[in-house]
């Protein structure tokens, strides 16, 4: 919807206009249709507006009747016209915007109005009364909110471009977030790229006052130990009722609403709902390539068909990633994670000309268990936890090799533990290679990602009394789902297009969460579950099993069965053939990575470069051309922000 930034220097100088103006510049993509600026003495707020709601009475800054709260918001409350409704008992109304719910529910109920409003956000608060700024952040962290402290001054912004704005930032890169980048092709935690700026966790609030900052938690992805099992009949009736409502909530605007439609189970069900609970036909669009079996553009268009939506489809070229990957770079202030994301944004900027809002289908698989591959793995966890339990040391190995071990049974015989295991299959370039492209001096800071295990090793504890299979269905839906909603805010912000997602609706995440793992990933017959037995996850993912069982069991009364039993594929591009052989995509890889300019830097050791250059390694989902593809990113990444140093 917007691009918010501001100052707060309780203890300093009064904020600086025109800096701040400069800042909210930087993110004029994410509202351009007004602009609105607030200060008083030690608080400044800048404004950007992407007009969804009340398009002429929903200006921001905000503020009460008798300003005493200025608000900058970004995102929608969905349940705002509920809530008007209890509101208005108390309360006067200046305008028609969900905006105003935020300023009187926090007159209503302080801090804890976050806890009432269901939607995506991120808004920064100012009580002038009480000298307090509180910003906030949804739930599950659909809305981006970064921030920094600069000297005395704390500044925060929807996107990092704008906090780089100010003259006195240290852009000092995070070597911890570029290592756990490179491996889970995100940066985990609070941490990015740029060490002096932080993440506002999802479900957070972070309250300043001239005593000093307090970080607040205000929601948790519920875990559940232990599951009443319900019955497949509650379940579907439960998901079909949230999920409706999910979508019909989502297609609140007052401008045009369209739909990503890649042509998988998540969209399909997005556009199929769009369909049903409109009198309109849906927008859709979809985007592919030209090479066999990387494009789901037929797909896209059978469920238009099928649904009667208007259907635009765009094709990407190799070329397209060459010209695109130092723009996009610029546009994300960050390693981009995902190689699809220059299709996002291409697609993102075709759809901008017929609709401001898009619906998408993130969340499913971090919800359903769409991930078989890691998500199934539990079943080799449990091997190797019953053989080290029940078998002497002699027969352990012929017992897992007998259980699908196959070329991992060292790896598998020195598992201690669950996310040992969950690192051996839930990586882009695992550890131990990583380690290997570092240079000493980059190890040597990092102590072999010594901080960042610890922190995945605390999530583990905080959830070890679960079933295996829960647990990393919950590191899914916390971990990983980060990185999808982080791309799909900064491409289509970028193309100043706000993207909805109904499956991260916190009251489906919470019902879902309940429902016990087997009803999600669901083997075929008890024969597949046994045979299962004899071979790894990876071998008995979507051909023994069926994933996210329960969500293509609600989608057969919507969608065509030639979709409904679609195995995942993910929106892959082709880049190991891309980067393979004498291809200008290699050249340029080579021209990137092998450098002079590279290799002064004294992040990565010139001859390993070089040796996974010259040995594609064969391996699955183009995973040799994703990991040349990261490498490349970091090294882009460092030109355009710590080199220029714009």
Same mark, same amino acid.
Request: charged fraction near 25%.
């Given at each position: 919807?917007?691009?918010?930034?501001?100052?707060?220097?309780?203890?300093?100088?009064?904020?600086?206009?025109?800096?701040?103006?400069?800042?909210?510049?930087?993110?004029?993509?994410?509202?351009?249709?007004?602009?609105?600026? !607030?200060?008083?003495?030690?608080?400044?707020?800048?404004?950007?507006?992407?007009?969804? =709601?009340?398009? %002429?009475?929903?200006?921001?800054?905000?503020?009460?009747?008798?300003?005493?709260?200025?608000?900058?918001?970004?995102?929608?409350?969905?349940?705002?016209?509920?809530?008007?409704?209890?509101?208005?008992?108390?309360?006067?109304?200046? @305008?028609?915007?969900?905006?105003?719910?935020?300023?009187?529910?926090?007159?209503?109920?302080?801090?804890?109005?976050?806890?009432?409003?269901?939607?995506?956000?991120?808004?920064?608060?100012?009580?002038?009364?009480?000298?307090?700024?509180?910003?906030?952040?949804?739930? *599950?962290?659909?809305?981006?909110?970064?921030?920094?402290?600069?000297?005395?001054?704390?500044?925060?912004?929807?996107?990092?471009?704008?906090?780089?704005?100010?003259?006195?930032?240290?852009?000092?890169?995070?070597?911890?977030?570029?290592?756990?980048?490179?491996?889970?092709?995100?940066?985990? $935690?609070?941490?990015?790229?740029?060490?002096?700026?932080?993440?506002?966790?999802?479900?957070?609030?972070?309250?300043?006052?001239?005593?000093?900052?307090?970080?607040?938690?205000?929601?948790?992805?519920?875990?559940?130990?232990?599951?009443?099992?319900?019955?497949?009949?509650?379940?579907?009736?439960? #998901?079909?009722?949230?999920?409706?409502?999910?979508?019909?909530?989502?297609?609140?605007?007052?401008?045009?609403?369209?739909?990503?439609?890649?042509?998988?189970?998540?969209?399909? #069900?997005?556009?199929?709902?769009?369909?049903?609970?409109?009198?309109?036909?849906?927008? %859709?669009?979809?985007?592919?390539?030209?090479?066999?079996?990387?494009?789901?553009?037929?797909?896209?268009?059978?469920?238009?068909?099928?649904?009667?939506?208007?259907?635009?489809?765009?094709?990407?070229?190799? +070329?397209?990633?060459?010209?695109?990957?130092?723009? /996009? #770079?610029?546009?994300?202030?960050?390693?981009?994670? =995902?190689?699809?994301?220059?299709?996002? *944004?291409?697609?993102?900027?075709? *759809?901008?000309?017929?609709?401001?809002?898009?619906?998408?289908?993130?969340?499913?698989?971090?919800?359903?268990?769409?991930?078989?591959?890691? +998500?199934?793995?539990? /079943?080799?966890?449990?091997?190797?936890?019953?053989?080290?339990?029940?078998?002497?040391?002699?027969?352990?190995?012929?017992?897992?090799?007998?259980?699908?071990?196959?070329?991992?049974?060292?790896?598998?015989? +020195?598992?201690?533990?669950?996310?040992?295991?969950?690192?051996?299959?839930?990586?882009?370039?695992?550890?131990?290679?990583?380690?290997?492209?570092? @240079?000493?001096?980059?190890? +040597?800071?990092?102590?072999?990602?010594?901080?960042?295990?610890?922190? $995945?090793?605390?999530?583990?504890?905080?959830?070890?009394?679960?079933?295996?299979?829960?647990?990393?269905?919950?590191? !899914?839906?916390?971990?990983?789902?980060?990185?999808?909603?982080?791309?799909?805010? #900064?491409?289509?912000?970028?193309?100043?297009?706000?993207?909805?997602?109904?499956?991260?609706?916190?009251?489906?995440?919470?019902?879902?969460?309940?429902?016990?793992?087997?009803?999600?990933?669901?083997?075929?017959?008890? !024969?597949?579950?046994?045979?299962? !037995?004899?071979?790894?996850?990876?071998?008995?993912?979507?051909?023994?099993?069926?994933?996210?069982? =329960? *969500?293509?069991?609600?989608?057969?009364?919507?969608?065509?069965?030639? =979709?409904?039993?679609?195995?995942?594929?993910?929106?892959?591009?082709?880049?190991?053939? $891309?980067?393979?052989?004498?291809?200008?995509?290699?050249?340029?890889?080579?021209?990137?990575?092998?450098?002079?300019?590279?290799?002064?830097?004294?992040?990565?050791?010139?001859?390993?470069?070089?040796?996974?250059?010259?040995?594609?390694?064969?391996?699955?989902?183009?995973?040799?051309?994703?990991?040349? $593809?990261?490498?490349?990113?970091?090294?882009?990444?460092?030109?355009?922000?710590?080199?220029?140093?714009?």
């Amino acid at each position: 919807m917007c691009g918010i930034t501001g100052s707060i220097n309780f203890k300093g100088l009064p904020a600086d206009d025109t800096l701040l103006k400069k800042m909210a510049a930087t993110m004029a993509h994410r509202g351009p249709d007004d602009s609105g600026f !607030f200060r008083d003495g030690a608080v400044a707020f800048g404004f950007n507006r992407l007009s969804i =709601i009340d398009l %002429t009475g929903g200006r921001q800054p905000m503020s009460n009747e008798n300003r005493t709260i200025h608000i900058i918001f970004n995102g929608e409350i969905y349940n705002f016209r509920e809530l008007r409704k209890k509101l208005e008992q108390r309360h006067t109304f200046a @305008t028609n915007s969900d905006t105003e719910i935020i300023i009187h529910g926090y007159e209503e109920w302080g801090e804890r109005c976050v806890e009432h409003f269901i939607g995506m956000f991120a808004f920064a608060l100012y009580d002038e009364k009480n000298k307090k700024v509180i910003l906030a952040r949804d739930r *599950l962290g659909i809305k981006p909110l970064y921030y920094s402290t600069i000297g005395d001054e704390l500044v925060f912004a929807s996107e990092m471009k704008a906090i780089l704005a100010h003259p006195k930032f240290d852009r000092t890169p995070s070597l911890s977030a570029i290592s756990s980048y490179l491996t889970f092709r995100y940066p985990q $935690w609070d941490q990015p790229v740029f060490a002096n700026i932080k993440r506002l966790p999802p479900g957070h609030l972070l309250t300043a006052t001239p005593k000093g900052m307090v970080l607040k938690k205000y929601w948790e992805i519920p875990f559940h130990a232990k599951k009443e099992d319900r019955g497949e009949t509650f379940y579907l009736k439960r #998901i079909g009722e949230l999920l409706s409502k999910a979508v019909e909530r989502r297609m609140q605007s007052d401008v045009p609403v369209g739909a990503y439609l890649s042509g998988g189970l998540d969209s399909s #069900i997005v556009v199929a709902l769009m369909a049903k609970l409109s009198a309109h036909p849906p927008r %859709t669009f979809s985007i592919g390539f030209p090479e066999d079996g990387y494009s789901e553009n037929h797909f896209a268009e059978l469920v238009a068909q099928h649904t009667g939506a208007h259907h635009t489809s765009i094709t990407l070229a190799p +070329q397209n990633y060459i010209d695109l990957l130092p723009e /996009m #770079i610029r546009i994300k202030d960050a390693p981009l994670s =995902i190689p699809h994301e220059t299709a996002l *944004l291409e697609m993102s900027r075709e *759809l901008k000309k017929h609709v401001t809002v898009v619906l998408s289908g993130e969340g499913a698989d971090e919800l359903f268990g769409g991930y078989g591959r890691v +998500q199934r793995s539990p /079943m080799d966890f449990k091997k190797i936890m019953f053989a080290k339990k029940f078998l002497p040391p002699s027969m352990r190995r012929i017992f897992l090799t007998l259980g699908g071990a196959g070329k991992n049974i060292d790896e598998w015989l +020195q598992t201690t533990n669950l996310m040992e295991h969950f690192f051996s299959v839930y990586h882009w370039i695992p550890f131990e290679e990583k380690w290997s492209l570092f @240079t000493s001096d980059v190890n +040597q800071e990092l102590r072999n990602d010594a901080e960042s295990i610890h922190k $995945w090793e605390s999530l583990f504890e905080s959830i070890k009394d679960g079933d295996p299979y829960d647990q990393l269905l919950y590191v !899914f839906e916390k971990n990983h789902l980060a990185c999808l909603l982080d791309r799909l805010d #900064i491409m289509s912000m970028a193309a100043s297009v706000e993207a909805r997602v109904p499956f991260v609706d916190h009251e489906l995440v919470e019902f879902v969460s309940e429902i016990p793992h087997y009803y999600k990933l669901k083997w075929r017959s008890p !024969f597949h579950q046994i045979y299962a !037995f004899f071979k790894d996850s990876f071998q008995a993912s979507e051909r023994l099993d069926t994933s996210k069982d =329960i *969500l293509r069991r609600y989608a057969q009364k919507l969608l065509p069965p030639e =979709i409904v039993n679609r195995k995942k594929l993910g929106f892959p591009v082709p880049l190991d053939r $891309w980067f393979k052989g004498r291809t200008g995509m290699h050249a340029h890889a080579r021209d990137i990575l092998l450098d002079e300019r590279t290799q002064k830097r004294g992040l990565f050791k010139k001859e390993r470069l070089e040796k996974l250059l010259l040995n594609p390694q064969n391996l699955d989902y183009d995973f040799w051309g994703k990991k040349v $593809w990261m490498l490349m990113n970091v090294e882009l990444w460092y030109r355009e922000f710590i080199d220029k140093k714009q």
